[in-house]
């Protein structure tokens, strides 16, 4: 059984840092793109970063570039994403995303909150 399990989400205060992780079983991770998306209350949901399945490569969204960093350890099955100086508009459920790297299968995890406040 496929499961992509985020965690790391929650209250934090404009410029502050969380550390969100995704745990995945039930497929070989290391054959899979990794990405984190985002979905903000009333918005569509959009790419946040990604990272090849060697973790090789990476690419993110200009509203995140020099302040959040993806990362894998495909010993552990986990991505993870580091996210610092956050903002208000950082706020948003963030979703993991699995993609083969050889063809079209897509898993995506259940979600974890991130609300960036004072």
């Known amino acids: 059984q496929v499961q992509l399990v985020e965690s790391g989400g929650g209250l934090v205060q404009p410029g502050g840092s969380l550390r969100l992780s995704c745990a995945a079983s039930?497929?070989?991770?290391?054959?899979?793109?990794m990405s984190w998306y985002r979905q903000a209350p009333g918005k569509e949901r959009e790419l946040v970063a990604t990272?090849?399945?060697?973790?090789?490569?990476?690419n993110y969204a200009d509203s995140v570039k020099g302040r959040f960093t993806i990362s894998r350890d495909n010993a552990k099955n986990t991505v993870y994403l580091q996210m610092n100086s956050l903002k208000p508009e950082d706020t948003a459920v963030y979703y993991c995303?699995?993609?083969?790297?050889?063809?079209?299968?897509?898993?995506w995890g259940q979600g974890t909150q991130v609300t960036v406040s004072s």
């Open positions: 995303n699995a993609r083969f790297s050889l063809g079209s299968r897509n898993y």
């Open positions: 039930g497929f070989t991770f290391s054959l899979y793109v």
């Open positions: 990272i090849t399945n060697a973790g090789v490569g990476t």
